[in-house]
């Protein structure tokens, strides 16, 4: 049925999985065994949210589980049970009725991930029989997407900068057949990307644009773009080492348009897909750019940098110049681009601005039904003038220290021409373990993007 390998495909011993909502406990537990009601009493079990109670059988093993949902938690919840069960096999026998079976399946496929690169598992994860009705092909492609944003977050920057950030995504190209287009080093100054090669050049490792072109010539064309700054030391306007410490996770935008990208590919939606990934890492060197330098980008504005930890924005510019030069009918972007989306939304919800009330009422929508928050900010234009420069066409960064998350969107905004763009400020990281989230790299916004492709393209 799949090769995941935390999915059975058949286990006629399979343990039943209860998962019961706390306002459904009274009821449900009248008429069962006194054996179950006095075990859940000494364990006060009540169904509270994420609490799990094995029930053992007279020979020792687990007759069945009984895990608690609260009144509020989705299905979403239903991945703490493959971070936290015993290993073997187990099957769904009860649910509330609201949840999608199919996203049961990819919240215990969230839940199994493990970043073992560098330490391995001490466990094989518990193995669930595919949910009855699940659309399980559509499972799996958004599970391995998940892992494999998780995976190139969670690798150090020694072993992810551009070089092998460059590979994987070639590899996930030749995977798929699409075609694939590097443009390295000096050639971004030829081919006019000024702006990717500015923020590059001080690193070792080559700045670079990564394109890769799959699907109809003819279909309707879709543009993901990703920031990918293998690591961010804030340049010459140097980060202080705390907040510096998980930047290897500043190419998170890249990882979650690649996974978007497999997904579609992995589809076959009847699509025309490219995708735009300047890879860079932001160094300090002798050639690194300067506070007050100003640069001519791609689209022809001059920038003035203002602040050279402000990166992410100038290498996006270039790659959504390019991007809507080919007349997409829908473009997304994501990049891991400010603190202040952080500050006003935690690590939890990612903010997404849109240019167009259709396709963000489409992302709230899809955010809901597949239980993957996002939350609209405003592209709140009486603030584009704090961006004025009295000496290049605009700054990077807006005047004082208000609203970042949203100049940084007006920025990206002024290099977008297409008429249905989205950009998504997401962290790319779990700053601590939650249901079907471990600790480290995740994939934001997935889901809800996939959804609103699908009904857009499909």
């Known amino acids: 049925m799949t090769d995941l390998p935390f999915i059975a495909d058949a286990a006629p011993n399979a343990v039943p999985i209860h998962a ?70 187990y099957r769904i026998a009860a649910a509330p009725r609201e949840f999608d079976t199919t996203l049961i399946a990819i919240a215990w496929g969230l839940g199994a991930y493990v970043f073992d690169r560098y330490k391995k598992r001490k466990r094989p994860a518990p193995r669930l029989l595919a949910p009855e009705g699940a659309d399980m092909a559509e499972a799996q492609r958004i599970v391995r997407a998940a892992w494999l944003a998780r995976d190139l977050v969670n690798t ?24 694939f ?19 590059g050049r001080a690193s070792a490792q080559a700045p670079r644009l990564l394109h890769l072109s799959w699907g109809d010539p003819s279909a309707k064309k879709l543009a993901l773009v990703g920031k990918g700054v293998c690591f961010d ?5 140097l980060k202080p ?13 890249a990882a979650h348009a690649l996974a978007l990208a497999q997904i579609v590919m992995d589809a076959k939606l009847n699509v025309k897909l490219d995708v735009y990934l300047p890879v860079v890492e932001n160094s300090v060197s ?25 990166e992410g924005r100038l290498v996006l510019a270039d790659a959504l110049t390019r991007a809507c030069e080919a007349d997409p009918d829908l473009v997304l972007d994501f990049a891991t681009l400010t603190g202040a989306a952080r500050t006003a939304l935690g ?44 000496i290049a066409d605009l700054k990077n960064t807006g005047d004082g220290a208000f609203a970042g998350a949203i100049f940084g969107a007006l920025f990206l905004r002024k290099f977008v021409t297409a008429p249905f763009w989205a950009h998504f400020d997401v962290y790319a990281w779990a700053p601590k373990e939650k249901a079907s989230r471990p600790q480290g790299g995740e994939a934001q916004a997935l889901r809800a993007s996939w959804k609103v492709i699908k009904a857009r393209f499909g």
């Open 241 to 253: 080492s705390a907040g510096m410490r998980v930047m290897k996770k500043d190419m998170g935008g």
């Open 156 to 179: 150090p920057t020694n072993d992810m900068g551009p070089d092998a950030l460059h590979a994987v995504a070639e590899a996930v190209a030749r995977a798929h057949g699409a075609a």
């Open 347 to 390: 690590p939890d919800i990612p903010p997404f601005f849109a240019n167009d009330d259709a396709l963000a009422a489409d992302l709230a929508h899809a955010s809901a039904e597949m239980c993957d928050p996002v939350w609209r900010m405003p592209l709140w234009d009486a603030y584009d003038s704090d961006m004025d420069s009295p």
């Open 181 to 199: 287009e590097a443009i390295v080093g000096d050639d971004l100054l030829t081919q006019n990307y000024p702006l990717i090669h500015a923020v």
């Open 20 to 89: 019961l909502r706390a306002s459904e406990w009274s009821q449900w537990s009248e008429g069962r065994a006194d054996a179950l009601k006095r075990l859940a009493a000494a364990h006060d079990f009540q169904a509270q949210n994420g609490r799990i109670l094995l029930a053992p059988a007279t020979d020792g093993s687990i007759e069945r589980v009984l895990f608690g949902v609260g009144d509020k938690a989705n299905a979403i919840i239903m991945g703490a049970l493959a971070q936290h069960l015993p290993a073997g096999d």
């Open 286 to 310: 002798g050639d690194a750019f300067r506070p007050g330098d100003i640069i001519k980008s791609r689209k022809g504005l001059t920038v003035e940098i203002d602040n050279t930890d402000a």
């Open 233 to 237: 030391t804030g340049g010459l306007d």
